[in-house]
């Protein structure tokens, strides 16, 4: 399972967002900051360059920048509803109800294996809880020798500690910690990219901020 460091190529790469629904809100002190880093994280797949970007309605274009796939997954969503309404996920290749809390479940292996033929280089993780769903679909991952990318500021769970050992846990195991504004310039690479100028308007807004710790032994 050796971690093979390299950039991202939107070619080879998946991004999973795990379970980030309603019910959870109101048991998460940072789920609003979460969301609106996310939101960045997803508008950059989608923005349409044909129409003006506005600051709330990023995620709303049809077309799709970065043209990564994106696969959702909710958690028992009969109990805990649908992805928050602030994340369009429209363009997902699947938003799968789950009661696995790995998101690694047959019917999305299943969907990756008809995207990729066989599995994916990257993967790009972010949701919640990081030390439940997020951390054992990482584990899943890894254990198929897929580099994963933890986008630390889209990850929350109800306690921050929760959330910072699991970082921790999954920084051992071989996943790249990162944020979203990294993950979004690992993909473009290039100023002369022709999505630059519409990435750019995304990440002019400073992300919220997470309030997230490193060990001293890591500083």
Do not use: W
């Amino acid at each position: 399972m050796a971690l093979r460091r390299c950039h991202l190529n939107p070619k080879k790469t998946l991004f999973l967002l795990c379970d980030i629904q309603e019910k959870f809100r109101p048991g998460m002190p940072l789920f609003d900051k979460m969301v609106k880093n996310a939101d960045k994280l997803i508008a950059a797949l989608i923005c349409d360059s044909r129409r003006r970007l506005n600051m709330f309605d990023f995620q709303t274009k049809a077309g799709k920048a970065l043209d990564v796939p994106l696969i959702v997954t909710e958690h028992y969503p009969e109990k805990l509803g649908k992805t928050v309404a602030e994340l369009d996920v429209q363009h997902a290749k699947a938003v799968q109800g789950k009661t696995y809390f790995s998101m690694m479940t047959p019917q999305v292996k299943s969907v990756i294996k008809d995207i990729f033929g066989e599995k994916p280089q990257d993967v790009v993780l972010y949701g919640l809880e990081s030390h439940i769903c997020v951390e054992q679909t990482a584990i899943d991952l890894r254990e198929q020798d897929i580099n994963v990318y933890i986008v630390a500021d889209c990850c929350c769970s109800r306690l921050n500690q929760d959330r910072d050992l699991a970082l921790e846990r999954l920084r051992q195991a071989g996943c790249v910690i990162t944020t979203s504004e990294s993950v979004i310039f690992d993909l473009v690479r290039d100023k002369n990219n022709p999505k630059f100028d519409i990435v750019r308007k995304l990440v002019n807004p400073t992300s919220e901020d997470m309030a997230l710790t490193r060990s001293p032994s890591k500083l």
